[in-house]
Antibody, heavy 121, light 107 residues
């Protein structure tokens, strides 16, 4: 059974850096084709795709956020970390990580439960 | 970026009804179109990928079709537990954009 869980601060101040950790089980990020992605969802709005990291350390970022995002993996700890710099109140939302199967075109399944991040002074 | 537009934004239907939700892409996404169901306070749940492939464990009353720019999600016989918001997502090109969602309520 594949599970993922997001962790990190629930409140950050504007201009601060957000660091989120996705801890997963039931699969290995050493397996060819597998990846972990991040998606966020502002309250009451549609999801927004952020980033994806593959088993071979290849990375993809949303172009509009690329300068602010860094995604890394630690296969020994079964974790993926997303760093977002210069946080703003518009970045408030629930942040999800998800499993990308090796046969996926990019869709994620399953997702973690999500973690709500509020950006406020 | 590829813009995804869903219609309708919301709808209300009765148990047993056939329901169709459409998703239109601003440019061709081939068949790289996926559908998610999201219930309040929960993460999105994958229903269909690559336009028409039913994810394991998803009831067969859900089906998808389409290609290039026009896609549909159909629920053949609506059940009470289908009350949710449905999102399409294209996974043809980064960024993998979502539609704005369709909120489905049961009458």
């Amino acid at each position: 059974q594949i599970t993922l869980k997001e962790s990190g601060p629930t409140l950050v101040k504007p201009t601060q850096t957000l660091t989120l950790t996705c801890t997963f089980s039931g699969f290995s990020l050493n397996t060819r084709g597998v990846g972990v992605g991040w998606v966020r969802q502002p309250p009451g709005k549609a999801p927004e795709w952020l980033a994806l990291i593959y088993w071979d350390d290849d990375k993809r970022y949303s172009p509009s956020l690329k300068t602010r995002l860094t995604i890394t993996k630690d296969t020994t700890r079964n974790q993926v970390v997303l760093i977002m710099t210069n946080m703003d109140p518009v970045d408030t939302g629930t942040y999800y990580c998800g499993h990308r199967p090796k046969y996926s075109s990019g869709w994620l399944d399953p997702w973690g439960q999500g973690t709500l991040v509020t950006v406020s002074s | 970026d590829t813009q995804m537009t869903q219609s309708p934004s919301s709808l209300s239907a009765s148990v047993g009804d056939r329901v169709t939700i459409t998703c239109r892409a601003s440019q061709s996404v081939a068949r790289y179109l996926d559908w998610y169901q999201q219930k309040p306070g929960r993460a999105p749940n994958l229903l269909i990928y690559t336009a028409s492939t039913l994810q394991s464990g998803v009831p067969s009353r859900f089906s998808g079709s389409g290609s290039e720019t026009d896609f549909t999600l159909t629920i053949s016989s609506l059940q009470p537990e289908d009350s949710a918001t449905y999102y399409c997502q294209q996974t043809f090109s980064v960024p993998y954009t979502f539609g704005q969602g369709t909120k489905l309520e049961i009458e």
